[in-house]
């Protein structure tokens, strides 16, 4: 049990002793009235690496001074350039370097492992979801049920929240793959729940569905950067991630995709293009379709070399925090401000996050007691000081303490400003 307290003095020296303290520097911080804002929202948009910059420019001038020839003389010659953050991915989320790939965005490529993986028959057309998904799984997976001809009202089963604050239960999960196992051809769910911050055991959820021949991938959106994954041995089939949220890639970043080492040499159907072709012959320009095998024979387009370099830049910063001490912090961190909230705002808030830190990230997701207008009014209070989370319908304030750039005294901060709101409603 940790001792904390709720002092300026003490949050201040936990920072001072932060042995990643030094990350901070590494960004830039949006400001508020002259003041670094205290920003809560990396679990949606992350903050621009410093390094970011001078990476995109590099690209620009090698595209200037060099045009075509940069593909092959370049300082990082565009024509190997998704390699270049493939070893650094592979690192963030356990997996083996060939399992990863960076392409697209995140909805794309949901799709694209969907029609590789998600072979339904009339005897098993069912995918296995949570209900309460984020739009864009929801709209995919429907959508790919109908594309195949088959009825979403009976073959999208829709797992129902079981816990308090809208959680889902293992047992839950439990039950409906045991129910309908065998009409079930595909499990998909996220590695964090979007609004409620849940951690899902992908390791147990793969061997579950496994177990009853069902394929099992996952959304990863906030989950990568943000906890230890173990994305190989988890033995999940399909993978796919956005880089904008706590892997700090910038807006719209180019998204990351795992296809298990299992499928490298797959013969499954897949949209193909030309980067995807074995890149041994890929210049060969011949009319036939022989993926490159592993992730990498997913790929259609050859990659957009300037929306990949702040990638390359942000992941340089992972490389250099590592993630067993930036999940060691983010723990103690979100910890901190789960005990502030607990004790200083018990009768303002509720936690809809699981209170044990294993099934939670950098993510605390509250509701005010007095409800939804009041949410609303909290909200907009702290935005005005500065204070920035996000907010998701019906009545969820999201506040996520990222372990790079937030620190124990922002965490006092918040909750300062919540009080104040309190005194004043
Ligand atoms: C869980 C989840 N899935 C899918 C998406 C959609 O991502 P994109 O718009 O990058 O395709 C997001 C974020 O926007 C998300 O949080
Ligand atoms: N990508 C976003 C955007 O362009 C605008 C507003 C929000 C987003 C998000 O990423 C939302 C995020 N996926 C969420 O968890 O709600």
Avoid at 74 to 90: F, L
Avoid at 109 to 126: E, G, I, K
Avoid at 323 to 328: A, C, I, K, Q, S
């Amino acid at each position: 049990m940790i001792a904390f307290e709720a002092t300026r003095a003490w949050a201040e020296a936990q920072d001072a002793a932060d042995p990643l303290r030094d990350f901070r520097a590494d960004f830039h911080i949006p400001q508020h009235e002259g003041r670094d804002t205290l920003y809560f929202c990396g679990n949606s948009l992350g903050l621009q690496p410093k390094g970011v910059r001078a990476a995109i420019e590099a690209e620009l001038a090698d595209w200037s001074g060099l045009a075509v020839e940069a593909h092959f003389r370049g300082r990082s010659p565009w024509m190997h350039y998704h390699e270049y953050v493939r070893d650094a991915m592979a690192d963030v989320v356990g997996a083996q370097p060939h399992e990863v790939v960076a392409m697209n965005s995140l909805g794309v490529n949901l799709h694209l492992m969907l029609v590789s993986f998600y072979r339904p028959t009339a005897a098993r057309p069912a995918i296995l979801m949570e209900a309460g998904a984020f739009p864009t799984d929801r709209y995919a997976l429907e959508s790919q049920v109908r594309f195949h001809g088959f009825d979403p009202s009976t073959d999208l089963i829709e797992l129902e929240a079981d816990g308090t604050g809208g959680t889902l239960s293992m047992a839950a999960i439990e039950r409906a793959i045991a129910e309908h196992g065998h009409r079930i051809a595909l499990i998909v769910l996220p590695g964090v729940q979007y609004r409620t911050g849940q951690v899902f055991d992908l390791a147990r959820i793969v061997r579950l569905g496994h177990a009853r021949g069902c394929v099992v991938g996952f959304d990863l959106a906030h989950a990568v950067g943000n906890l230890p994954l173990a994305l190989h041995d988890s033995g999940a089939d399909f993978a796919v991630w956005c880089t904008y949220k706590y892997l700090n890639a910038g807006p719209g970043a180019v998204a990351g995709c795992f296809v298990h080492d299992r499928h490298a040499h797959a013969d499954v159907p897949r949209f193909a293009g030309w980067w995807g072709h074995d890149k041994h012959t890929r210049f060969k320009m011949g009319p036939h379709f022989v993926p490159t095998p592993g992730a990498d024979g997913w790929q259609i387009s050859n990659p957009p070399i300037l929306a990949l370099a702040p990638l390359r830049a942000s992941l340089d910063v992972f490389r250099r925090a590592g993630m067993p001490r930036l999940v060691e912090k983010s723990r103690r961190l979100t910890t901190y401000l789960d005990w502030l909230i607990r004790s200083r705002l018990d009768d303002t808030l509720d936690i809809v996050t699981p209170n044990d830190p294993a099934q939670r990230g950098a993510q605390l997701s509250v509701r005010v007691r007095a409800g939804r207008d009041a949410g609303r009014a909290l909200f907009e209070y702290l935005e005005g000081r500065g204070v920035i989370g996000d907010w998701r319908e019906p009545d969820v304030i999201r506040l996520s303490p990222t372990p790079l750039y937030n620190r124990y005294s922002d965490c006092l901060g918040a909750v300062e400003v919540i009080e104040a709101w309190r005194s004043q409603a």
